[in-house]
């Protein structure tokens, strides 16, 4: 055999080698096809189509932190809404769900915000103790919104106050579960809500000689509310008038609202009469607030404010006198894009009072706020 012979055949076995391999060979399947999440620019920015369909969906939230303090005459006896303490602290996570797609009818919005709050060790007999309502998680909102129609529970017109912290503007609670049809055009708004309050009257804290010294909604049972507003925007200038019935209190109040930018700043004027105690307003009878937002520097809003507030001691159901000033100021800084930390001190006094005793002291907290 010579050297040609035995290089060709030697050629011929790896051959037929390679081709025994090369039939045992595994192929790879083709990936599937991935659908990526799609931008959904319809409803502003934060938007992504749902996959598979045609739903758009936002996710945004904050984690807040809070240390409130107070110190003064209100803080023995939680007059200033401290509990009882010279100072406390509240840790709130909140995230936010909203839901959009087109209609016949317009855009179909479906919102759920959940939101949890946490404070730490406070008075046993508080309501700020641990383990009580100030440690859970709630549905901050629940709503389905078309055509200008909203159900579900959600904060009403009365929860739009003031950007200052020093005001008391509204009874405290403005989220209810809520019929509300509102309709808008060139600016402006106008609408009618029935909301359940979830209160029957007015519970009662008596004194010694039967009197009436201290007045709150009761939660026990249902009770209707007849809510509506009329307000818009002009140029700089804003203006809103709410009035409101409460059912089983058979009193209602009224609160016009009115804004402008002047200079440097937003000056803002509210005034508020009440015929008597009711889930609307439940502060005095009547009161009148201003507050001037002046931004300082593109990061610092500075918004100092005052209020007024007449007849806020209450008898039978009824207003019987004393008055109340609160002034403050609020500190608004942005530290960060999505990091932003609020301060505020309210002076609180009350006297002219005939059944508690005439008080004064100051209230506020400061505020580390993450929103996303």
Known sequence: MNI??????SAAALAAVSGAHAADAIVAAEPEAVEYVRVCDAYGTGYFYIPGTETCLKINGYIRFDVNYAFGDGTDSATLGQGG?????????????????DTE???LTGIIVY???????ANSDGPLSPGGAQNNMVLDTGSIDIAGFRVGKFVNWWDNDFSGEFDVTNSGTTSFNTIRYQYEANGMYAGLAIEELGGSGLSTNVDVAGTRTKTAIQ????????????????????????????VDAEDGAIRAKIGADIGPGTLGVAAIWASGPNNYFLKGEWSVAAQYAFKATDKVTITPGVQYTDNVEISNDEWTG??????????????VQNLAAK???????SQDLKYTNDYDGVTGFFRLQRAF
């Open 115 to 121: 939101q949890a709050n946490y404070r730490g060790p």
């Open 322 to 335: 004393g008055n109340e000033w609160r002034a403050g100021v609020t500190i608004d800084y942005q530290i």
């Open 4 to 9: 040609k012979s035995l290089l060709l055949g």
């Open 105 to 107: 009818y317009g855009p």
């Open 343 to 349: 301060f505020t001190a309210t002076y609180v006094a």
């Open 85 to 101: 303490e010279d100072w406390n602290v509240r840790t709130r996570g909140q995230v936010q769900f909203t839901a959009k797609s």
């Open 219 to 246: 939660t026990g049972s249902n009770n209707v509310g007849i809510d509506a507003a009329f307000g818009g925007k002009s140029g700089s200038f804003t203006y809103e008038v709410l009035g409101a019935y409460d």
